[in-house]
């Protein structure tokens, strides 16, 4: 018979994983360089035996070594996020926000439209997401959760502007890597508070 340990695990159980490890840090159990190296641990797991190693010293968090077929998701988010998702618009409008999810990659086309990708609602089971821009005469808004961090480095403007109000480069999680192209454009990139109402 076939050691559990030994057994392989999907995709869905790695993300499920991560997200155990997102609880964790919100519970202090471990640091954000922790949650740094077991992420990129967990990813890298193709054994049911290796998955289990970043969670065991943490209480309750052990992932089942049953066979799993499914990975229980919020019922909020609708399926597994993809790998990757490309989103075109050409003197349109293109938005994501609320509740969705967010795959590794996001590439966006924009010709003379306007794209929106707003993440503080969203269901973020990867540390890091590449935003991938192709952008003429357009103008992209991306809207982050406190506690991010991006990196621009890669993004090439010719006869465009970019506003970066995040301004913390590296080590927030989840974090952004934002580059590609923009011609003509405008990229405005910054962490607002999702509203609530406050009694006076």
């Known amino acids: 018979m076939t050691d559990p ?9 790695r993300e499920h994983v991560v ?27 193709r054994t049911r035996g290796e998955l289990n190693a970043v969670l065991v010293d943490l209480p309750g968090m052990v992932s089942s070594e049953a066979p799993v077929e499914d990975v229980a998701v919020d019922p909020r988010f609708a399926g597994s996020p993809k ?24 590439v966006v086309h924009n010709r003379m439209g306007n ?28 809207l ?18 970019m506003q970066d109000k995040v301004r913390v480069e590296s080590g927030g999680r989840p974090h952004f890597v934002v580059k590609g192209n923009v ?6 990139i910054k962490v607002k508070r999702k ?3 406050r009694h006076a």
Request: glycine residues 6%; without cysteine.
């Open 83 to 106: 790998e990757r998702l490309e989103l075109k618009s050409t003197m349109s409008h293109v938005q994501r926000k609320g509740r969705w999810s967010v795959p590794r990659t996001i």
């Open 144 to 161: 982050v959760p406190e506690g991010s961090s991006v990196n621009t480095d890669d993004l090439r403007l010719s006869a465009s502007g």
């Open 115 to 142: 794209t929106e990708l707003d993440f503080r609602e969203a269901h973020l089971p990867h540390p890091v997401v590449t935003i991938d821009l192709d952008v003429f005469a357009g103008s992209v808004r991306v």
């Open 5 to 13: 340990k030994q057994l392989r695990v999907s995709d869905a159980e």
């Open 195 to 197: 509203f609530s109402f």
């Open 183 to 188: 011609k003509a454009g405008t990229v405005e």
């Open 19 to 45: 997200g155990l490890l997102q609880k964790a840090i919100g519970r202090g159990l471990i640091t954000l360089d922790e949650f740094s190296e077991r992420t990129d641990q967990a990813l890298a797991s």
